[in-house]
């Protein structure tokens, strides 16, 4: 290779000579190069010589800079990887149609190579970890570099961050190394935070709809449904007066675990969770307080990730638990998220699916969120059985029989209703004036209406509120029920020239029990199982077999029963919304 008059190498003679047409030296300094057993001393001084001269290296030397791009810089010891970030950095300041390459380079090593003797299905190792560690703080530092050097970079690398997201078939390790790299970029790429947040919430909802809540219990194996059983059938008296004694007076039973989903994508989908949660409680809190200004920034940018994307989603069963951990930080932020989708429902101009699917988060939210108090329940309530009303009003004099598909708003927001009221009555009933509140609300006037609520809603729930109701004589749902039961519905038809008539109110409620392991642990301390007295009938109908956890002998009382247990849980799907103000976070 050339040398100077020192001895010393010579890039720039090595350029010259490849412009005149030699180009046995430069063939050999690239071979060099990417050699692997090219000794750390010498890559150094050749990184060194290179930015140097990373002036002449324009596209006639494209095979350079792609050798160049293609070593394994970042696990060489620390003098290379600090020589590479600099070459790397005056390479795209001097020469911005490097740029992309460098970039796609960088993003690379946030999916680390696994090697083939490593079981994709174990833990890797801690050693492999801390290899890896290494790896990802060595890129973050130079892109880091790169992004405050180049204006508008970013705009190049968020493409490339969805373009290198690893395949949803790869092991669960890739994928919890690619998000928290992108999440760990967050911190100095503030302005496209919300576009990663959206890359990985769609990342976690592709996974979410590929594993149904079913599918995920039965993988669980029978060996825990049956340690489950046992302690239900045994240890039952002792485990409801332990529980029925908690402050919060809910009865749940799963515990947090570290230990792996079996089902596969429910899995990798627990890692990510894992993260987001874990990032969020990072951002919010600082040594165990509430940075306000911090939660509202992220609440804003999530709110807009929820409307994209989670919120048009069907079927998912645990991506939106990270809005229920958001609205957990402060209760203006719940406010706003209930109001946000309050005024959703109310709006003529929204799709009615889209209406419908809002009401089903603001009741989910509000039946099932430990943290929201019985005032903004009341509150919520209040509003809603005022538009129902309202709703009654203005159509009573055209109503001919019930149609979802005409009233499907009203439906749901009646279920919404009913749901919350089942599961906070006990808190509405304690409060100095619950019973004249709840009387306030007039139930019989909506129950008895022509547009019959109680014949759309889903069964389960209106058999619960009817026995409410009927004991605190705020309403007499039983012969309204007994005379739907003789009604034979309508037959749901289609094809050209027929109308449909849509009999059933799809009952979808985003918060039902939360069945991930490691993620739990955010989630179980805040959330509300259902408890109640609920009076069991002879003939139960399948759908009602959906939700209760086992048929009892029709010669057995009315009782209490546990509904803890995650797999069992009484009122497994809910819908509600309400609200009343927003503070300072919009």
């Not at 409620?509 to 955010?522: A, E, I």
Request: proline share 5%.
């Amino acid at each position: 290779m050339p040398r100077e008059n020192s001895g010393k190498f010579s890039l720039k003679a090595l350029f010259d000579q490849y412009r005149q047409g030699s180009h046995k030296d430069y063939d050999e300094f690239v071979n060099t190069l990417s050699d692997p057993q090219t000794k750390s001393e010498d890559l150094r001084v050749y990184l060194r010589g290179i930015k140097d001269n990373v002036t002449e290296l324009s596209k006639d030397f494209e095979d350079l800079v792609a050798v160049l791009l293609k070593l394994d810089w970042p696990s060489r010891d620390a003098t290379v990887a600090r020589e590479y970030q600099s070459f790397l950095l005056g390479l795209v300041c001097a020469h911005t149609y490097y740029l992309r390459a460098s970039l796609r380079m960088l993003v690379k090593y946030f999916t680390p190579a696994i090697v083939k003797t490593e079981s994709v299905s174990e833990e890797v190792s801690v050693e492999v970890r801390q290899k890896h560690e290494t790896v990802f703080l060595n890129v973050h530092m130079v892109l880091k570099a790169i992004l405050d050097s180049v204006p508008m970079s970013w705009t190049v690398l968020l493409p490339l961050l969805h373009d290198l997201f690893p395949f949803l078939g790869k092991p669960a390790y890739l994928q919890e190394c690619y998000i928290r790299n992108l999440l760990q970029m967050t911190s100095y790429l503030p302005n496209a935070r919300q576009k990663i947040l959206e890359l990985v919430t769609d990342r976690m909802l592709k996974l979410d709809v590929r594993a149904p809540r079913q599918n995920i219990q039965e993988s669980e194996g029978d060996e825990e449904d049956m340690e489950e059983d046992i302690v239900f059938d045994i240890d039952l008296e002792q485990d409801l007066t332990k529980d029925l004694d908690k402050n919060d007076g809910s009865v749940y039973d799963k515990k947090c675990s570290d230990k792996p989903m079996t089902h596969r994508e429910a899995n990798i989908l627990d890692v990510c969770m894992d993260l987001m949660l874990t990032y969020f409680s990072n951002v919010c809190y600082t040594n165990g307080e509430c940075n306000w200004e911090a939660t509202k920034k992220l609440y804003r940018e999530m709110l807009l990730v929820f409307e994209r994307l989670i919120l048009p989603t069907h079927a998912s069963c645990h991506v939106q638990f990270i809005m229920f951990y958001l609205c957990n930080t402060k209760l203006p932020i719940c406010e706003g998220f209930i109001d946000y989708l309050w005024k959703k429902v109310q709006d003529p101009n929204t799709e009615r699916v889209f209406r419908q699917a809002a009401v089903g988060y603001i009741g989910s939210l509000l039946s099932r969120a430990m943290f929201i108090p019985i005032s903004t329940v009341t509150a919520c309530l209040d509003l809603m059985c005022e538009w129902v009303h309202l709703y009654l009003d203005n159509t009573s004099e055209e109503i001919v029989n019930a149609d979802v598909h005409h009233h499907g708003p009203f439906y749901s927001v009646c279920q919404a209703i009913f749901y919350v009221f089942v599961f906070r009555s006990k808190e509405i009933f304690e409060m100095k004036k619950g019973h004249k509140w709840a009387e306030s609300l007039n139930f019989q006037r909506i129950v008895t209406s022509r547009l019959n609520p109680l014949r759309v809603c889903l069964s389960v729930i209106v058999k619960t509120f009817s026995s409410i109701t009927r004991i605190h004589q705020l309403a007499f749902c039983d012969t309204i029920i007994e005379r739907n039961k003789r009604c034979i519905l309508p037959v749901t038809s289609g094809g050209l020239g027929s109308s449909t008539v849509l009999t059933t109110l799809d009952s979808y409620f985003p918060f039902d029990p939360y069945l991930l392991n490691r993620s739990g642990r955010f989630i179980i301390p805040l959330y509300r199982e259902y408890q109640g007295c609920i009076e069991e009938e002879q003939d139960l109908s399948n759908d009602e077999d959906d939700f209760l956890p086992e048929e009892p002998s029709p010669t057995v009382e009315p009782q209490s029963l546990s509904l803890g247990k995650t797999p069992t849980d009484f009122l497994h799907f809910g819908v509600s919304p309400g609200f009343k103000h927003i503070q300072d976070i919009t």
